[in-house]
């Protein structure tokens, strides 16, 4: 049975910055839910991990449409597509906060606002994204210049 947790400290309680864009696909999807949960089932209630997995699958599966791939069967056991054509490999809900990490990134946060919108208990973990992110940044300007000096 799905359960809401307590916040392991007081430092997991905090406000996240949202894209303009996504809050007014957000407001409207609030306006049209009678659930106190963001994602519920059909009752209003917490997802099982079933129900959130086919939801997940669902997502995955309009993406994979989306950039070319083709639909297919699903292993029973495992749920992996076993036929169709995969556009997008390793891709899980967790990608997204990867994503919204390089966002911020990108977009100029400071490393330490970073560390607090991320929820990071070391500054270490936060550096070691900006670290990675700055090596891929590094090795993109190098390839640009090598294509511009031909």
């Given at each position: 049975?799905?359960?809401?947790?307590?916040?392991?400290?007081?430092?997991?309680?905090?406000k996240i910055p949202i894209p303009d864009i996504l809050k007014?696909?957000?407001?409207?999807?609030?306006?049209n839910t009678t659930s106190f949960h963001l994602f519920a089932n059909s009752y209003g209630e917490l997802m099982t991990e079933s129900q959130f997995r086919k939801?997940?699958?669902?997502i995955h599966d309009k993406i994979n449409i989306a950039l070319g791939g083709v639909p297919g069967k699903r292993d029973r056991k495992t749920g992996r597509m076993v036929d169709g054509i995969n556009a997008i490999q390793g891709l899980t809900p967790h990608t997204f906060r990867h994503n919204y990490a390089t966002m911020l990134y990108y977009a100029g946060i400071d490393v330490k606002e970073?560390?607090?919108i991320l929820g990071h208990s070391d500054i270490k973990?936060?550096?070691?994204?900006?670290?990675?992110?700055?090596?891929?940044?590094?090795?993109?300007?190098?390839?640009?210049?090598?294509?511009?000096?031909?």
């Open positions: 049975m799905p359960y809401v947790k307590e916040p392991k400290t007081y430092h997991s309680i905090r007014q696909i957000l407001i409207e999807y609030v306006k939801l997940w699958r669902g970073a560390k607090r973990t936060t550096l070691e994204i900006y670290t990675h992110l700055d090596k891929e940044k590094s090795g993109a300007a190098n390839k640009l210049n090598k294509f511009i000096a031909i």
